[in-house]
Every structure is written in C-alpha cells, then in structure tokens.
C-alpha cells in the first residue's frame, strides 16, 4: 500500500512536452484514472511512475520515497498493458505464478506458498476453476483477467493499469468494468489507470485527472468532473453525445431586477446561484455550453426563441438523439423516443433553465466554479 | 434504384462450412438496411454474395427484377465501400473519386460536375486537390463513399465501413452516413458487428447468427419485441439481463419466479404464456433501463438485493447488485447515489419483460 505523488513531473521528447509540470496526489489504496485523448501524455505518466522512462522535472514520489532515479525492479510497482503478453505454452496456472517464480524471488516461496497465493488471486479473479486452462482456451475478458493476476500476485504497493480493456468489445467492456472496479475495492491495492475512455473513467474511478497534451486539466471525482467542468476542454470530452457549444454571441441582460443570458434572440433565464457566480467574475465575453439531454425541442412555430430545422434522427437504445441545425450550428439534443421528429420537421429550440454552463470565451475556464 | 431480394440463398464452403444458411431477406427499394451479427455470423459473406464476390451454394439473389446470382459483380449496377478504402495514395482526392467514370470515357465536363457535387454532399470540396496520403482516416472514408456515390449504382453495399474509426469521429462519420442516404436515397445494404451503430443507421436491421437469420424488424421492433434470446442480449448496452426462473400460480396470478425473486406478470403475458403451454425452467429478460432501483423497500421495489458495483455516468448511473448470487444491472438516473455492500431495493417493469424457452430461446411473451 502506498501514495503517489507528482509535484510538476516533466516527460519530454526532444522539443516536444509530452507531460508538462503535472501535480497529483493518487491517496493510499484509491482508485485514480488519468483521462485523455490519445496523445494526451497519459502512459507517459504512467510510465514515469513505473521507472520504463526517465522524469526530465519535477519529484515522483511512492510512498514517502522520491523514486526519480530509482530502477523499476525496486519501485513495487506492477505494470498491466492493453496487450496480455500471456506464455502461450504454460497454463493459466503457471502464468498467474510466474513472477513468484522468477530467479530473484525463488527461495522466496515454498511450492505450497506458490498455490496458496495463486490460487487466492484465482478466486478473486473468478477464474480459479479455470487455472488448469492453456492461454488459446480463454476468451478476451479471462485472458485479461489472468495478466491482471499475474501483476497482482506480486502484491504490488501501487498498480498501474494502461488501457487495459480498451480492446474489447462493448458489451464485454461493459462486464469488465463492473469486476474491476469490484476487484480494486476488495485488493485496495494503489491503482493508476490510464484510459481515453471518458466512461470508463466516470464509471470506476475515485478520482480523475484530465489531461490533454500533456497539460493538467482537472482533478475531481466523477461527479465533479461531470457537473462541475473546469473548462471547456473537459465538458466537451467529458459526456456523451458530447456538449453543445453554439456559436453565437452570448450577452447578458438585467432587466427589472431578472439576469439573464441572449444569445441571438435566444434568451435563458439564469438561477441566482449563477448570477451570483457571474458576479464574481471580471470575465467579458462567454461562451455558452449546453448538454444534449438540456435542450428542449417543441413544435411551437411562434414566439421568441430559435427555430432549428431536423438535420437526422438517431436511436440509442430508448431515446433518439436528434441533429438540429439553428443558426450556423449542428446541435444534438437527446430526447425520450416518444418525440417522434422527422429529418426537416422546423422545431422550436429552448434550453432547460439552470442547466447551462458559462465559460470564458478567452481562457476556456469555467466561470461557474 | 431498386430492391434487393435473396431467395433461399445458401453459401456453404468447401462443401462443409455453412456460412449462410437458407437466407430469404428483402431489403426495399431506397431503404437503409443494416446486416448485424457477431464475426462469423455471415452477414459479410452474405453482402459479398450480393456484391457478385462471392458465388452463391444455393439459391438466388435479385436486384430489382433481374436475377443477378450468376451476373458479373460489374454489370450488377452495384457499388461497394469497404473498411479499408483501396484509394490510389498518390492521386488528389478528385482524381481517386474520378476514377470509376473516366474509366467509363464519360465527358471532362460530365465529370467534373459528378465530382464536386459528389464532393459537396460529402463536405470535402477544399479537399478536391489534396493527395489522397495526406488525409486523415474519415477523410479517407469519405472519397472512397465518393468514388462509390459518382456512378450513381442502383445498391450501395457497405462492409463495415468506419468500424475502425475512433470513438468521436466514427459517431461523427455516422450521422454524415445517414445523412447521405437521405440525400441521395440510394438503396442501401450495410454490414456491421456495432448494434449501436445499427440502431442508429438502419431503417431496418436483419439480425444475424451462426449462418442463419434470427429477425428483421426496426429498430425499436427489435429492441423491445425480439424474437429470441440471441437478438435480446445482442442490442443494447448495457446488454439485457437474464435471470433462471420458473412460473408459480396463485389463484388468478402468476408469477415469474427465482432464486430471491418473484415477479408478478401482467394479465396479457400470463395469457400468453397460458395458450404457449409454457412451463419449466425458462429464462427472465429486462433490460437495465426497465429495473428501478431504491434504497428502501417500497411497493415499487420489493425485491432485496445489494449493490456489487456502482458506476456514476453523469446524467445516468450503472448499479450492478446481487440478487442470491446473481448480477443484475440496472440503469437509474445520475443522482442516484449508492456504493458497493450497500442495500437495494429492485422493481421489475413487467410490462417490459420477457420470458424465453430456456431450450430453444424462443420469446414466450410475443
């Protein structure tokens, strides 16, 4: 069990910065997801804290141990990959016992440590009646499960995790997830996982951290993440069908004692909560946000507001997402499947009161928290 | 334009083999129709077949009036678009969707009016003058659409086409697709592993396995009225739910019942499953969507449960609980809140509910 600590890490590439002074703090025995699009700098990260690369600035810390220079084999630290890398000609088994086999570990463990061990990690793994199994005889989600268990054997202070479903299928995804994120509570083993996949993240993690081209974003639990975005990078990578951005100008007006927001006719009255937020700010110009289940569509053919003319209909699963082209913008809206829009149908276009988020048009930040 | 029909059409390789079996499917005239299956359910072999790729064992293939099962791929009046593009690297976009009509000698002028507007549809116009090594892959994916679209052939077939796209740009790539079809209103056959993408595309979807059709319908048909087992757990995700039951009567009800649970069914399943003579083991199905979740007891959520995972999403969330052994996801709204080990209370939506023949798959309830 251990922390892990970045105080301004720096992974550089010739001139390229591929991780550039990212901090974060991963607490004993959590569960922490660096989330970003590919070329983002995460398995860099995640490199550097494994030592299969070298930290150009900034402390990584293990525990209490500034482990920079210090070689991987010292560090306790078990790296699982997307790809399983499994010994095709020893079983499931002598896979899974493999580490505690090796030459420097070998007086470590008597035979019936061996197979206590394995077949402890077996079980947590739901695979111990599988351990007899040759590695062709296993699905994608088993083989996975046996690499994972040949990192966890070693009983690692800290377990780095890089894609590691990323190549499956969605719906076995879907079912690893779920016994992942069970597995880490029950080990409560440190661990560090990268993923593209703002799901994934959402759905096991403790904490995120957001990062695109090696910059830091955000550092918050899931609901944070979500509800709270930092800036425009993270609410649009984060949720999906991804957040609106409309274009059009977006001022805001006090009237009678009422705030609210005009964007070409389009007025959205503003909670109190972020008038207030608003008050704060010296920013000038916003830039508005609006997620895909807050717009609302009606067949209202009068009255201020947009008109958006049906650009296509899609079903997911029991709700449509449709496009909407108002203005100059493509904009998705989800609505229940009994909205039955036709691809051209005119629509009246609102968006739920409260729901909207407020950005710098400058910074990007957020002006909301 | 014109409809496609398969008439009993076998493809049997090697004499052993039975990739497609005894397949009769009509796609209509300008409809949108997409092929699903996992690998190795046929659906490929079968579009290939129609393509004139591959010969047919057994049966006939109809595009429009005219049986097509021993015609030459080229005079089919079909165009195909596969995964990989097969563009020429080192010609300029115009050049690589040209290709087909100057091959048929048709007008510099002629084809220079199909490429831009081919161009224009696909909103790669600023492209027209790029070499095609320098794009990016959904840019790639639109030429080779391009290069489908300007010989204006009766039947688009399309294999997989953006499956090996990322994430953003394939959902992207989908809309452009869909879109497309409505403007130029090309019959369309479409092959793909991705119910998500099917769901989203298709008109209608013929649902594949194993060599043989399990079910055409829409996508809201096939999603909430499937025939059998396979096509249930194969739309949706997070996929259905599946518990082991028996039916248990008690005076005028009856009840789906299982190892820590007891549903009651509505008037018209226990109707059903009356005339069907239905008994023994079977098979509960509902889909995540179709489960409420509660953190107490109430008339709505009677079954005791626990919660084995919880998965926030943002507007929605993931509870996986354990009922007697079993898991079962549920999906709820984002503010629902719980951890794993807690208590949780689960109702059954019965009027979403499906019972399937543990033997054969079959859907009792339909």
Sequence with gaps: ?369 | MADVRLEKVWKIYGGVVEAVRELDLECRNKEFLCLLGPSGCGKSSTLRMIAGLEDVTRGDVYIGSRKVTSVAPKDRDIAMVFENYALYPHLTVYDNIAMPLRVRKMSKSEVDQKVRHAAEVLHITGLLGRRVVRLGGGQKQRVGIGRAIVRTPSVFLMDEPISHLEAQLRAQMRVELKRLHIEVEATTIYVTHDQLEAMALADRIAVMNLGGLQQVGTPSELFDRPVNQFVAGFLGTPPMNFLTCELATHGDQMFAQGSGFRVLLPEATRARLLSAKATGKMQLGIRPLDLTVAKAAGSGTPVAARTFVYEPQGESCQVTVQIDGQLLSIEADGDFVTEAGEPAWIGFKSDKLHLFDSVTGANLVL
């Design chain 1, 1 to 369: 069990m251990a922390e892990v600590l970045l105080d301004k890490a720096t992974k550089k590439y010739g001139d390229h910065v591929a991780v550039n002074e990212v901090s974060l703090h991963c607490k004993d025995s959590e569960f922490f997801f660096i989330l970003g699009p590919s070329g983002a700098g995460k398995t860099s990260t995640l490199k550097m804290i494994a030592g299969l690369t070298t930290v150009d600035g900034g402390q990584i810390r293990i525990g209490n141990r500034l482990v920079n220079d210090l070689e991987p084999g010292l560090r306790n630290v078990a790296m699982a990959f997307e790809t399983y890398a499994l010994y095709p000609h020893l079983t499931v088994f002598e896979n899974i016992a493999f580490p505690l086999r090796a030459p420097i570990r070998a007086r470590q463990f008597s035979e019936a440590d061996v197979r206590a061990r394995v077949q402890r990690v077996g079980d947590l793994l739901r695979m111990g009646e599988l351990l007899d199994r040759m590695p062709t005889q296993l699905s994608g989600g088993q083989k996975q499960r046996v690499a994972l268990g040949r990192a966890l054997i070693r009983e690692p202070d800290v377990f780095l995790l890089d894609e590691p479903i990323a190549h499956l299928d969605a719906k076995l995804r879907h079912h690893m997830r779920a016994e992942l994120k069970s597995m880490q509570r029950q080990f409560g083993t440190t661990s560090i996982y990268t993923t593209p996949d703002q799901l994934e993240a959402l759905s096991m993690a403790d904490t995120i951290a957001v990062i695109n081209e090696g910059i830091l974003h955000q550092i918050g639990t899931p609901l944070e993440i979500y509800n709270h975005p930092a800036d425009d990078f993270v609410a649009r990578f984060v949720g999906d069908p991804p957040m609106n951005f409309p274009s059009s100008p977006c001022m805001l007006v006090g009237e009678g004692g009422e705030v609210r927001l005009e964007l070409e006719g389009l007025r959205v009255k503003i909670s109190p909560r972020i008038q207030a937020a608003l008050a704060r700010q010296s920013c000038q110009v916003l830039r508005v946000g609006v997620r895909p289940s807050d717009i609302r569509l009606s067949r209202a053919q009068e009255g201020a507001g947009w008109y958006g003319e049906v650009y296509l209909v899609e079903q997911v699963g029991r709700s449509h997402v449709i496009t909407i082209k108002v203005n100059r913008d493509m904009l998705r809206v989800k609505t229940p499947l009994e909205f039955d829009a036709v691809v051209g149908d005119k629509l009246q276009v609102s968006f739920a009161p409260d729901k909207v988020y407020l950005f710098d048009a400058g910074t990007g930040r957020s002006v909301l928290v």
